[in-house]
């Protein structure tokens, strides 16, 4: 759209018509429609969690691990764990230094044991086949959080950006 000059009206009557008020505002309304836009792409994408950016999946072994980079303040969030011909079960551990940022509001299937050592929160699971783990996690603090997890012998690095 090519920058037309506003056309001045020629009248009898006596009105200031602020010419270069409207060219200020038709500039900051295409500035605020472009951030508007922007702001709507980035969170389509998963810039602010649930979504491509955000989901990271991570495989080690028979073991598959999915989290989130990005995530909301006191918003309920997955990790997933998928043990894919596991015989002997499964064993997730925690750091509490990690859990420490976060409610752990609910684990599917439910461990059959929890343990804590070595300043480790320790779960267990029965099962064999192919084993899926749910955690539901709020966090309970915002900024980076960094942290690892251990599946079945499997270190995985755990890294988020909480939004306040």
């Given at each position: 759209m090519a920058n037309?000059?506003?056309?001045?009206?020629k009248t009898d009557l006596q009105i200031n018509e602020h010419l270069d008020a409207h060219r200020t505002g038709f500039v900051v309304q295409r500035i605020g429609l472009v951030f508007i836009i922007a702001f709507v792409v980035v969170?389509?994408?998963?810039?602010f969690g649930d979504g491509l950016?955000?989901?990271?999946t991570e495989t080690k072994?028979?073991?598959v691990f999915h989290h989130e980079r990005f995530y909301r303040y006191e918003a309920r969030m997955e990790v997933k764990i998928e043990m894919v011909g596991t015989s002997r079960g499964g064993v997730v551990s925690f750091p509490n230094r990690y859990l420490n940022n976060f409610?752990?509001?609910?684990?599917?299937?439910?461990?059959?044991t929890t343990k804590i050592d070595n300043?480790?929160?320790?779960?267990f699971?029965?099962?064999?086949?192919n084993m899926q783990l749910t955690f539901y996690l709020v966090p309970?603090?915002?900024?980076?959080?960094?942290?690892?997890v251990e599946v079945n012998g499997h270190p995985f690095a755990v890294n988020h950006f909480i939004y306040p």
């Open positions: 037309k000059p506003l056309e001045k009206v969170a389509a994408i998963g810039l950016v955000s989901k990271k072994g028979n073991v409610k752990v509001e609910a684990i599917t299937p439910s461990p059959n300043d480790n929160v320790i779960y699971f029965d099962g064999s086949g309970q603090a915002f900024g980076t959080i960094n942290g690892s």
